[in-house]
T-cell receptor
Framework: GAGVSQTPSNKVTEKGKYVELRCDPISGHTALYWYRQSLGQGPEFLIYFQGTGAADDSGLPNDRFFAVRPEGSVSTLKIQRTERGDSAVYLC???????????FGPGTRLTVL | DAKTTQPNSMESNEEEPVHLPCNHSTISGTDYIHWYRQLPSQGPEYVIHGLTSNVNNRMASLAIAEDRKSSTLILHRATLRDAAVYYCILRDQSSAGGTSYGKLTFGQGTILTVHP
């Protein structure tokens, strides 16, 4: 079956611009996670959704970052006033339930010039 | 979250077994040991997990020390496709640890190189 998909695969933007990154989880998965991975580092947790609500957003670095999942399926990560330090691969994962294995998408590579 | 320690890198030859170690001396009784791996230019993928007993699946085996302060991921016959970064992760799956909401806390992992 279809895995987790993320669009776009690559995004290049200029400093100060707004970007949206999309995640389509596996159908039926209630849990959805966003992670960010900088070069040479392991992924870093950003936010977790259970259904439509953000159950834990403790990993969001500041208020320029926001994520939504309005219908409990597709999620969008939004970054305002992008900075060069936001450049990274943004990974989305979904799981059937809270403690089940997480299935990751291929990621969106964001480059802020 | 309890911390894990892994070697930065390891090398293996194709078709030979690989033993990837992980130390987790501060592990709590409710921490499960999870392994994920990340192939080049891909997202991480689940490999295996366990609590106390050794575990086997089609991908690998997980050997857990009796005191649970260390574990070893075993790839029985390495292939070139197994070249990846391997992450050892602890997840507290008790109700008291529920505030972690299942998030994975990745370290640096072990870079596994497989030689033909």
């Amino acid at each position: 079956g279809a895995g987790v998909s993320q669009t776009p695969s690559n995004k290049v933007t200029e400093k100060g611009k707004y970007v949206e990154l999309r995640c389509d989880p596996i159908s039926g998965h209630t849990a959805l996670y966003w992670y960010r991975q900088s070069l040479g580092q392991g992924p870093e947790f950003l936010i977790y959704f259970q259904g439509t609500g953000a159950a834990d957003d403790s990993g969001l670095p500041n208020d320029r970052f926001f994520a939504v999942r309005p219908e409990g399926s597709v999620s969008t990560l939004k970054i305002q006033r992008t900075e060069r330090g936001d450049s990274a691969v943004y990974l989305c994962a979904s799981s059937l339930g809270l403690w089940d294995e997480q299935f990751f998408g291929p990621g969106t590579r964001l480059t802020v010039l | 979250d309890a911390k894990t320690t892994q070697p930065n890198s390891m090398e293996s030859n194709e078709e030979e077994p690989v033993h990837l170690p992980c130390n987790h001396s501060t592990i709590s009784g409710t921490d499960y040991i999870h392994w994920y791996r990340q192939l080049p230019s891909q997202g991480p993928e689940y490999v295996i997990h366990g609590l106390t007993s050794n575990v086997n699946n089609r991908m690998a085996s997980l050997a857990i020390a009796e005191d649970r302060k260390s574990s070893t991921l075993i790839l029985h016959r390495a292939t070139l496709r197994d070249a990846a970064v391997y992450y050892c992760i602890l997840r507290d799956q008790s109700s008291a640890g529920g505030t972690s909401y299942g998030k994975l806390t990745f370290g640096q992992g072990t870079i596994l190189t497989v030689h033909p």
